[in-house]
């Protein structure tokens, strides 16, 4: 699949899909650095032209960690978070 049209696209990382029936959204993992030194995470559910991206909801030392904090995340997570976001 090639990146997404967006600006944020460049800062992140695809992290699958995610599907339930015939609904299926791609995930994306954005990290940036802070201004305090730390980085700073949030999820992007992009399936077509539609787009929903939580909030700053990681904040870590380093990109591994967050990157290890979002694999927590189960499916289950992911959809309670993906339909927060207004689905």
Same mark, same amino acid.
């Not at 939580?54 to 870590?60: H, K, P, R, T, V």
């Given at each position: 699949?090639?990146?997404?049209?967006?600006?944020?696209? @460049? @800062?992140? %990382?695809?992290?699958? =899909? +995610?599907? %339930?029936? *015939?609904?299926?959204?791609?995930? &994306? !993992?954005? /990290? @940036?650095? *802070? *201004?305090?030194?730390?980085? %700073?995470? %949030?999820?992007?559910?992009? =399936?077509? $032209?539609?787009?929903? $991206?939580?909030?700053? /909801? &990681?904040?870590?030392?380093? $990109?591994? *960690? /967050? !990157?290890?904090? &979002?694999?927590? &995340?189960?499916?289950?997570? !992911?959809? =309670? +978070? !993906? $339909?927060? +976001?207004?689905?």
């Amino acid at each position: 699949m090639s990146p997404p049209a967006y600006a944020w696209s @460049q @800062q992140a %990382r695809n992290m699958g =899909q +995610l599907a %339930r029936g *015939d609904s299926t959204w791609d995930v &994306f !993992l954005e /990290i @940036q650095p *802070d *201004d305090g030194g730390m980085n %700073r995470g %949030r999820v992007h559910f992009v =399936q077509a $032209e539609r787009h929903r $991206e939580s909030a700053w /909801i &990681f904040l870590d030392r380093t $990109e591994r *960690d /967050i !990157l290890a904090r &979002f694999n927590e &995340f189960g499916a289950p997570e !992911l959809w =309670q +978070l !993906l $339909e927060a +976001l207004g689905v």
